[in-house]
């Protein structure tokens, strides 16, 4: 998910089960990927799904492309 509650957003991959969450991992929003956030969601502030550069971008980060 994509938490722009805060300045910068954040990225952060959660485990979810029908009785918790735990987020897995926490890292900034890159810069160049969040002016492409900020076209999608302009300055909508909660929990959004990943835009799918932002999901390109983590399968990268994580050798998954």
Known sequence: V???????PVIRLVRRNSERAEDLIT?????G?????RKVHGAWRGISEPTPEVKSWLKSELGQD
Do not use: A, G, I, M
């Open 2 to 8: 994509v938490d722009s509650w805060q300045e910068p």
């Open 33 to 37: 990927l969040e002016e492409d956030y």
């Open 27 to 31: 890292v900034p929003l890159p810069q």
